[in-house]
């Protein structure tokens, strides 16, 4: 089983900054993807970055050159580092990882950029 907790959400206004975590314990294959996903209220929830195990990045158009998505394989961390933020930016972020084609997800974490 395993367990993804993010953090790091919070209010921001326009053109701050916001780094957000997310921490898995259980068990852990090497190998996996980790991504983080978002929501807006009354919008589907829709990718923003993913990380292979080794490192391979990709991001969504909108978030290219202000977000930086990373991991710590030893600490079993995967962090988004969010600058630039636009109210447009609201939404309740996910992480999610994907073992041998099983998903698991967090609970999310809620960012509010104001404008």
């Known amino acids: 089983q395993v367990q993804l907790v993010e953090s790091g959400g919070g209010l921001v206004q326009d053109g701050g900054s916001l780094r957000l975590s997310c921490v898995a314990s259980g068990r852990i294959v090497s190998g996996n993807v980790m991504n983080w996903y978002r929501q807006a209220p009354g919008k589907e929830r829709e990718p923003v970055a993913g990380?292979?195990?080794?490192?391979?990045?990709n991001y969504a158009n909108f978030v290219k050159g202000r977000f930086t998505i990373s991991r710590d394989n030893a600490k079993r961390t995967l962090s988004l580092q969010m600058s630039y933020l636009k109210p447009e930016d609201t939404a309740v972020y996910y992480c999610n990882i994907n073992q041998l084609g099983r998903i698991t997800w967090g609970q999310g974490t809620q960012v509010t950029v104001s404008s």
């Open positions: 990380i292979s195990y080794g490192g391979s990045t």
